[in-house]
C-alpha cells in the first residue's frame, strides 16, 4: 500500500510478513498502532525481533525494519486517506496477491478497532504542526576573542536539538546561550518539571 514501494519491494515485505503466525502480526501490530496512538514514545524493534525469535520465527533486523516500517508506512497512509477497514485491505491486495487470508484479517480487525484513533490523533498533530525532540547535544564552550574584542573569555552554552517534524523529517535547530541565559532556561525546565509532577 505505501507509494514508495516498488512491486517487488512489496512482495519481498509480504513474503517476509507471512512468516508470521496471527497472534505474532497481531503484537507486533498492536505495538505500532500504540506508538501511533500515542501511548509509546516510539516503536521498540528490538522488543518486536525478541517476540518473534521467542515464538520461533527467526528473521534477520533489516527484515524486522522492513516489516516496521511497512506496517507505520501503511497504517499512517490509512489513517491520512480516511480508510476503513474493508477499503484498507482492498488497497492492501492492490498492491499484491501475495497476502495470506489471515494477515489480511489479522490488519483488518485491528484497523476496524483502532483506525479511529490513530486517524484522530495524527490529525490532531497535523493541525498542531508540532515537532517532537528526539534528541538533545550540549557543549560548554569559551570565547576567547572575537574581530571587535581580542580578550572575551566569556563562557556560554552550546545546544543542539534534534527534532522529528510531523512530516517524518528529523530538522536541528542550535543555538547559543550566556551562563545567565543558561541558568534562566535551567530555571524554567525545573519548574516545569516540578508542575508536570503535580499532574
Known amino acids: ?15 517476509k510478513l507471512s512468516r508470521l503466525p496471527p497472534d505474532l502480526l497481531t503484537e507486533a501490530s498492536q505495538h505500532i498502532l500504540s506508538y501511533l496512538q500515542g501511548q509509546n514514545s516510539g516503536v521498540d524493534s528490538a522488543e518486536i525481533s525478541h517476540r518473534f525469535q521467542r515464538a520461533g520465527v527467526t528473521l534477520d533486523h533489516e527484515a524486522v525494519q522492513s516489516i516496521i516500517r ?21 488497497k492492501l491486495k492492490e498492491g499484491t496477491s501475495k497476502w495470506p487470508k489471515a494477515s489480511l484479517q489479522v490488519l483488518h480487525t485491528l484497523w476496524s478497532e483502532q483506525g479511529a484513533a490513530v ?20 557543549k560548554l564552550g569559551m570565547a576567547v576573542s572575537s574581530d571587535t574584542c581580542r580578550s572575551l573569555n566569556s563562557p556560554y552554552v552550546s545546544l543542539l536539538l534534534k ?4 512530516s517524518g523529517q528529523i530538522s536541528q535547530k542550535a543555538f547559543e546561550m550566556t551562563i545567565p541565559q543558561f541558568q534562566n532556561f535551567h530555571k524554567q525546565f525545573k519548574e516545569m518539571a516540578a508542575i508536570m509532577e503535580t499532574v
Open 1 to 15: 500500500m505505501p507509494a514508495d514501494e516498488d512491486s517487488h519491494g512489496i512482495n519481498s515485505v509480504v513474503d
Open 70 to 90: 511497512f506496517l507505520l508506512l501503511t497504517f499512517r497512509s490509512a489513517a491520512k486517506n480516511n480508510l476503513s477497514a474493508d477499503e484498507l485491505v482492498s
Open 119 to 138: 486517524r484522530a490523533l495524527q490529525e490532531a498533530q497535523s493541525m498542531l504542526s508540532i515537532g517532537q525532540l528526539v534528541d538533545m547535544q550540549w
Open 163 to 166: 527534532i522529528a517534524e510531523p
